[in-house]
């Protein structure tokens, strides 16, 4: 069946320091692969998403990986801050105007000060 | 523009009792999905409204119902209450691609904590 599944699941990473949390797939067939990112209290937040045709997207401070040969994504965030401490998520959706998607299993990111 | 909206944010029931929930999305967003998070099961899709109409539909139960109404404000239901569906209920609304929406973007709102006891 399909899943979207996470390999670690807390990390800590030193203020200021680069981070990568990485998610693996099954679902050869899906079309998007995004990222969410959830703090205490609040709802999944977008962060950036990346087409199953590209390799890599960047963002603001945030890189996207995908290497659909191991079914592996990975986000990078650079420079981390305070703020970037939440549980992220990755999610798959199938192909545009489906609004069904299949979330990992979350990470949690701890940015040390 | 304000935010997807939720109510109410918590929510204590016995089981075998009923509940609605009550998402209003974001002005222009026509999708609203829904989703329930866990500890154990994290993340997993419920349904989707678009235009009245579910589009899509995840693996629960009968008793998880939901209905979407013509100002894209949305409800869903709960009927005959377990132990096992207290979780936190979040709502998500999504733009299309004519208003320059994302495939899987999605905004959420902040939950409905549901305890049932």
């Known amino acids: 069946g399909e899943s979207v599944g996470l390999h670690l699941p807390t990390l800590s990473v030193q203020e200021g320091d680069n981070s990568i949390i990485n998610c693996a797939y099954s679902?050869?067939?899906?079309?998007?692969f995004i990222w969410y990112k959830q703090e205490s209290g609040k709802g999944p937040q977008f962060i950036i998403d990346?087409?199953?045709?590209?390799d890599k997207r960047q963002g603001q401070r945030v890189t996207v990986l995908l290497n659909k040969t191991v079914k592996h994504l990975s986000l990078q965030i650079a420079a981390t801050q305070p703020g970037d401490s939440a549980v992220y998520f990755c999610?798959?959706?199938?192909?545009?105007?489906?609004?069904?998607?299949?979330f990992g299993t979350g990470t949690r990111l701890t940015i040390i000060p | 523009k304000a935010g997807v909206t939720q109510t109410p944010r918590y929510l204590i029931k016995t089981r075998g009792q009923q509940v609605t929930l009550s998402c209003s999305p974001i002005?222009?967003?026509?999708?609203v999905s829904w989703y329930q998070q866990t500890p154990g099961q994290g993340l997993q899709f419920l349904f989707e409204?678009?235009?009245?109409?579910?589009?899509n539909k995840g693996n629960f139960p009968g008793r998880f119902s939901g209905r979407q109404f013509s100002n894209s404000r949305s409800e869903m239901n709960v009927s005959t209450l377990e132990l096992g569906d207290s979780a936190l209920y979040l709502c998500?609304?999504?733009?299309?691609?004519?208003?320059?929406?994302?495939?899987?973007?999605?905004?959420f709102g902040p939950g409905t904590r549901l305890t049932v006891t």
């Open positions: 409204y678009f235009s009245e109409t579910q589009r």
């Open positions: 999610a798959e959706n199938r192909y545009f105007g489906n609004e069904k998607l299949t």
């Open positions: 998500a609304s999504s733009p299309n691609a004519l208003t320059g929406g994302r495939p899987g973007e999605q905004y």
């Open positions: 002005s222009g967003h026509r999708s």
């Open positions: 679902n050869s067939a899906s079309d998007y």
């Open positions: 990346i087409r199953s045709n590209m």
